[in-house]
Antibody, heavy 120, light 107 residues
Framework: QVQLVQSGAEVKKPGASVKVSCKAS????????INWVRQATGQGLEWMGW????????GYAQKFQGRVSMTRDTSINTAYMELSSLRSEDTAVYYC?????????????WGQGTLVTVSS | DIQMTQSPSSLSASVGDSVTITCRAS??????LSWYQQKPGKAPELLIY???SLQSGVPSRFGGSGSGTDFTLTISGLQPEDFAIYYC?????????FGQGTRLEVK
């Protein structure tokens, strides 16, 4: 079945970077964009950007421009999201999600989430 | 950016009740509207896409309607597992935006 499995929780100090992975299985990895969405504790969902695994094209929310990088390794069907210059406000659960163009561009499959804690 | 506004922010209901959640977009998004359910400690799950289409495997008590700027999610005959937070999301244009969420609680 279609599945996205993310890397484990991370604890980082302010100013550091974090790289979260998202391994896809059960479908053709290069056929669906991967989005990243984050959620601070008790808060709503915040879209960070997208990546096309076929050609590596990306698009980022303005809020994260210059601090985020979304990449992939097609040999192992894995997408990555790296966020730099971390601050306490970046403490959140980070999700990858597959975009399904045949279902109104909805996000039909989500990873289990990766908790990133930024603390000195 | 397109703003998505959900109402109510929270809702209390009993098993067997029918409830409606509304979502309004700040501009027309045609039918590029999805609904998600999120339970504590879990990732969101897709319920409805293209405003009215039921995702495979989702019970038929969930229904979506609307187009343009005004949308609704209706749950007919609430079950215990339906108490969760519900989000709408527009896919009409980037940046993708979500409503603030509606918490559905047991009365």
């Amino acid at each position: 079945q279609v599945q996205l499995v993310q890397s484990g929780a991370e604890v980082k100090k302010p100013g550091a970077s974090v790289k979260v992975s998202c391994k896809a299985s059960g479908y053709t990895f290069t056929s669906y964009d991967i989005n990243w969405v984050r959620q601070a504790t008790g808060q709503g969902l915040e879209w960070m950007g997208w990546m096309n695994p076929n050609n590596g094209d990306t698009g980022y929310a303005q809020k994260f421009q210059g601090r985020v990088s979304m990449t992939r390794d097609t040999s192992i069907n894995t997408a990555y999201m790296e966020l730099s210059s971390l601050r306490s406000e970046d403490t959140a659960v980070y999700y990858c999600a597959r975009r399904d163009d045949s279902r109104g561009y909805s996000r039909d499959c989500w990873g289990q989430g990766t908790l990133v804690t930024v603390s000195s | 950016d397109i703003q998505m506004t959900q109402s109510p922010s929270s809702l209390s209901a009993s098993v067997g009740d029918s409830v409606t959640i509304t979502c309004r977009a700040s501009q027309s998004i045609s039918n590029y509207l999805s609904w998600y359910q999120q339970k504590p400690g879990k990732a969101p799950e897709l319920l409805i896409y293209s405003a009215t289409s039921l995702q495979s495997g989702v019970p038929s008590r969930f229904g979506g309607s609307g187009s343009g700027t005004d949308f609704t999610l209706t749950i007919s005959g609430l079950q215990p597992e339906d108490f969760a937070i519900y989000y709408c999301q527009q896919s009409y244009s980037n940046p993708i935006t979500f409503g603030q969420g509606t918490r559905l609680e047991v009365k």
